[in-house]
């Protein structure tokens, strides 16, 4: 299993990046896939999932309204598009896979590397 984000960046806050995740080694569209970060202090925060087939998604509530994510299973890849961006959003960002068809919170098996985000104030 592989996963490789990129899209991270510097930015100001209000403004916008779209973060990407190329998944392989597995059957892609068989499961669920989604997005954390780590902020400076290190500390572990769900940001977003979603289900195998697109139809179903978490998010977490600061970032509702501001982040939406999406997926293409004939490219293998997901996306995080961030919009209106704080700087409490400043973290590492890691695409994770679940290990089902379904977004269960607290069930990843595997993380990426992660992309850095940072938003200046």
């Given at each position: 299993?592989?996963?490789?984000?990129?899209?991270?960046?510097?930015?100001?806050?209000?403004?916008?990046?779209?973060?990407?995740?190329?998944?392989?080694?597995?059957?892609?569209?068989?499961?669920?896939?989604?997005?954390?970060r780590q902020g400076?202090?290190?500390?572990?925060?769900?940001?977003?999932?979603?289900?195998?087939?697109?139809?179903?998604?978490?998010?977490?509530?600061?970032?509702?309204?501001?982040?939406?994510?999406?997926?293409?299973?004939?490219?293998?890849?997901?996306?995080?598009?961030?919009?209106?961006?704080?700087?409490?959003d400043t973290a590492?960002?890691?695409?994770?896979?679940?290990?089902?068809?379904?977004?269960?919170?607290?069930?990843?098996?595997?993380?990426?590397?992660g992309t850095q985000?940072?938003?200046?104030?």
């Amino acid at each position: 299993v592989q996963l490789v984000e990129s899209g991270g960046g510097l930015v100001q806050a209000g403004g916008s990046l779209r973060l990407s995740c190329a998944a392989s080694g597995f059957a892609f569209s068989r499961y669920a896939v989604g997005w954390y970060r780590q902020g400076p202090e290190l500390e572990r925060e769900f940001v977003a999932a979603i289900g195998h087939n697109g139809g179903d998604t978490k998010y977490k509530e600061a970032v509702k309204g501001r982040f939406t994510v999406s997926r293409d299973n004939a490219k293998n890849t997901m996306f995080l598009q961030m919009n209106n961006l704080k700087p409490e959003d400043t973290a590492v960002y890691h695409c994770i896979r679940f290990q089902g068809p379904n977004p269960d919170i607290g069930s990843d098996d595997y993380w990426g590397q992660g992309t850095q985000v940072t938003v200046s104030s």
